[in-house]
């Protein structure tokens, strides 16, 4: 009879771990589901979170290029990408995204990162490298960022006056990147 019982105390605390170990692994799943990243090599990662306009590189868990990355494209050692920077009048959660787009190309190889504001001198510079046919960018995601934000954007005062005013700034204001 002792053995039985015994059985039945080690029953529910098999319950008790097992339902633990459920929530654990539960939590860490959704975590998983919310926050991505793609490993770019040489410590820089690509996060995509479920948000839109919180992706971003970092290297060695340091933000290197801040949100917004729209898109990005892996060529060897090189990541090119494009970037909706953040606005810096804005708090850390009400984030504004300028409408000032950057492009930049990243050489994770020995950490060098140029910025462009414009497509053409990016292409320019793309070909240089050697890497312009290889590039595959979604501009057409740049497009559909700008349009749903810049909607939301308008349907508050305040962070369209934030816009303006950031829009306005100079673009070496609105990023920490070097050229």
Known sequence: ??????????????????????????VLILVGLFVDYDDLGNGYKYFNTSRSDYHYIAKNDKMLIQNTVVDISQINNYVVGIQLPRCSNTHPQKIILSNKVLYFILNTENDGLVTFFSRKEFEKALKRREIFDKVELDYRKLQVLIINL?????????????????NNVEYKHLTHMSR
């Open 1 to 26: 009879m002792p053995f039985i019982q015994m059985l039945g105390v080690l029953d529910g605390s098999v319950k008790k771990v097992g339902c633990l170990l459920f929530i654990v692994f539960f």
């Open 150 to 166: 810049y909607k939301k954007y308008n349907s508050y005062s305040k962070q369209k006056e934030k816009l303006e005013q950031c």
